[in-house]
Structures are given as C-alpha cells and as structure tokens.
C-alpha cells in the first residue's frame, strides 16, 4: 500500500471536522510543518496534545498510530526558530489508553480524594485529570481494560489525579516531560527541581517501552509526585538537623 493510500486508509476512520483529521490533513504530505503558524491555526493550544499529534502518534484500537517526528527548525513564515512536525509515512502498533468506565472513575475520585496530587487541593471533578503513573509514552503496546473491581491499593498503585484548569494543565506538562525523557535519557524534573527519590537524572532501565520499562520510572517526581514530595521533604529536614 503506497503512502497515499495509507493515508487515505486512515482518515477514513476519523469523523468529519475533528481535529485529529485536520492535523492528519496537514501532514499527509509528510513535510515540516510548524506549530507556531500553522498547528495554532488548526487547533491553537489542542493541536500537540491528545486530541491532535500525540492522540495520532498512539493511535487507538481501531487504528494503528503514526510515526511523527518532532524538530525545531527555521520557518520561513515566523522568520525564527520553532518547533515543526513531520509525519514520516510509517505507521507503528498503537498504545492507546483503555477507557475508563464511569464506576470506575468515580471510585477513582473518591479513592483521591478529589484532590490534586501537586498541589493537594480539592477540586471539582471536571478540573481534575485521571493520570496514568506509567506514562502511555512508554507502554509500547494498548492498555489492558480496566476491571470497575479493582482495590483501593491498585488504584493508588495505578493512577494519580493532576489539576486541568484555568491556571494550567499539569498532565500536559507531564506528558512533555516524559517525551524529553525519552528522546534524551535525561529523567524529568518537575517544575526545575533536580530531584529523584529512587536513581538519579540518567534512565536508569535497560527497557525503554513496555511493562518491563515501568522499573525506569520510579524515583521521579511525575511518576508518584507523594511519594517525590515526601522524600524530598524528608531530605530538607535531615539537613536542617544536621546544619
């Protein structure tokens, strides 16, 4: 199947007018396209997140994802630097999260607390974002169903709520984080501070995507923000003691 068809293939399975179709669109010619003046124009804040190059990139059970790469080039029309994309014609296995039913997501809320694990402030449940600790980034395969009858324990294991509001959306900048981890090696630092409560700056797993990659994560604050906040307040105190 040539690229065209290819291409054809899987906007087919989009809905008419959706973002992710608009930004396919864009790409289908498989040259660089800036964020700055063209991405913004298709779906200004949305066009990098889930419902634009991420949400492609995944894909989803009924479509595989895309291979999209991810440069900062010169533009000719912004006259500067800027962050450009480019679908590179090849499709790869999606890794799609599975829904979430409603009961589940309730008893997800009230296992939390309603509150927001940065800056542990109760919130309604439409500013509030049901984060997967393990980011999708790194699964390599789709998600397996989430079973309504799981404990208390595997879903403090599994999930963490962050803030999506007016004021910022933390799961965005964790899912940023996480893409820079893995393109550069170079663990997260959540909001600057050179922290790791298990391991230190450098990717510490053999594994880079699937189930056996999860051992890689842990010690960073965007993985289990208590647990980094917690640690790290241990830390301070032990040198306040000491000094």
């Known amino acids: ?5 290819l ?3 899987i906007k087919a399975q989009f809905k008419q007018n ?3 179709l608009k930004v396919l669109n864009l790409l289908s010619d498989q040259q660089w396209h800036c964020r700055e003046c063209e991405g913004k124009q298709i779906a200004s804040g949305q066009y990098a997140g889930g419902g634009g190059i991420q949400g492609l990139q995944r894909g989803t059970r009924k479509r595989p994802g ?3 790469e991810r440069e900062k080039r010169y533009c000719q029309t912004c006259q500067g630097m800027r962050l450009g994309d480019r679908w590179t014609g090849e499709i790869k296995s999606a890794n799609s999260a599975a829904n979430i039913p409603d009961t589940l997501v309730k008893r ?3 296992v939390s607390g309603y509150t927001d694990v940065i800056e542990q402030r109760k919130r309604a449940a439409h500013e509030l974002v049901i984060d997967h600790r393990f980011p999708m980034e790194r699964w390599g395969e789709n998600e397996p169903p989430h079973l309504t009858s799981m404990s208390e324990s595997q879903i403090n294991k599994k999930f963490q709520l962050l803030k999506k509001d007016a004021s910022g959306n933390h799961n965005l900048l964790k899912s940023r984080s996480c893409e820079r981890c893995i393109k550069t090696g170079k663990r997260g630092e959540p909001f600057g501070i050179s922290f790791w409560y298990e391991g230190g700056e450098d990717w510490p797993s053999m594994h880079q995507r699937g189930a056996e990659a999860e051992e890689g994560c842990v010690g ?3 993985y289990d923000f208590e647990t980094w906040r917690k640690v790290l307040n241990q830390k301070l105190a032990e040198s306040a003691s000491d000094g």
């Open 18 to 20: 959706s973002t992710q």
């Open 1 to 5: 199947m040539s690229n065209q068809d």
């Open 108 to 110: 997800i809320l009230e």
């Open 66 to 68: 895309l291979v999209i």
């Open 7 to 9: 291409a054809s293939t």
């Open 220 to 222: 960073c604050g965007w």
